[in-house]
């Protein structure tokens, strides 16, 4: 089984600042199939990125996602209030499963 | 749009039985393949189970194998899981999801673009 481990598990920030979030697989995540998810409290995920990159319909473009291997990143520019929430990666190589989550919340 | 909604939830002891359901709308859900994800309160994800367009494979996380049945009604639109011998590790809430990828010998490639608000399961005496 891959784990995936996210980092940090909680980032403070003010609206308008720059994010990036930690995605780290225990193995190679090959085809780079790997997807990133926001939650915010009481609703369900909602699909950001998918195959390490490609922004998933109607995700804005401060939106991005990048790496490969066992290293992933997903970049958020210019924070609107909406962004705080908790983010979740997952990969889709081998079997199915998700990193515990990082929250950014309001400072 | 795409609709997932989910019903069933609800308190069971401990070795007790549930059965979910999720009413798929927007789509040609015959065409999709479709996963049952759960949260336990205040956690993370856990991957529940997938069930192929067809309903011909199912995969199961090992947690569940032998305890829960996915399968799908392709005429009515129908998602459902049931789940037997229940535990209080099964606590959480369940989404149905639409998954997109393709089934790759004995595992699913999948990610998940549309997710529905979840069912409610807490298992408890």
């Known amino acids: 089984e891959i784990v995936l481990t996210q980092s940090p598990g909680t980032l403070s920030l003010s609206p308008g600042e720059s994010v990036t979030l930690s995605c780290r697989a225990s193995q190679t995540v090959s085809t780079n199939y790997l997807a990133w998810y926001q939650q915010t409290p009481g609703q369900a995920p909602r699909l950001l990125i998918y195959d390490a990159s490609r922004r998933a319909t109607g995700i804005p473009d401060r939106f991005s996602g990048s790496g490969s291997g066992t290293d992933f990143t997903l970049t958020i520019s210019r924070l609107e209030p909406e962004d705080f929430a908790v983010y979740f990666c997952?990969?889709?190589?081998?079997?199915?499963?998700f990193g515990q989550g990082t929250k950014v919340e309001i400072k | 749009e795409v609709q997932l909604v989910e019903s069933g939830g609800g308190l069971v002891k401990p070795g007790g039985s549930l059965r979910l359901s999720c009413a798929a709308t927007?789509?040609?859900?015959?065409?999709?393949?479709m996963t049952w994800v759960r949260q336990a309160p205040g956690k993370g994800l856990e991957w529940v189970s997938s069930?192929?367009?067809?309903?011909?494979?199912?995969f199961y996380v090992d947690s569940v194998k032998g305890r829960f049945t996915t399968s799908r009604d392709n005429a009515e639109n129908f998602l459902h899981l049931q789940m037997d011998s229940l535990t209080a590790e099964d606590t959480g809430l369940y989404f149905c999801t639409r998954a997109r990828g393709y089934v790759s010998g004995p595992q699913p490639i999948f990610y998940f673009d549309h997710w529905g608000r979840g069912a409610l399961v807490t298992v408890s005496s």
């Open positions: 927007g789509f040609t859900f015959n065409s999709y393949h």
């Open positions: 997952q990969q889709y190589a081998t079997s199915l499963t």
């Open positions: 069930i192929s367009s067809s309903g011909s494979y199912i």
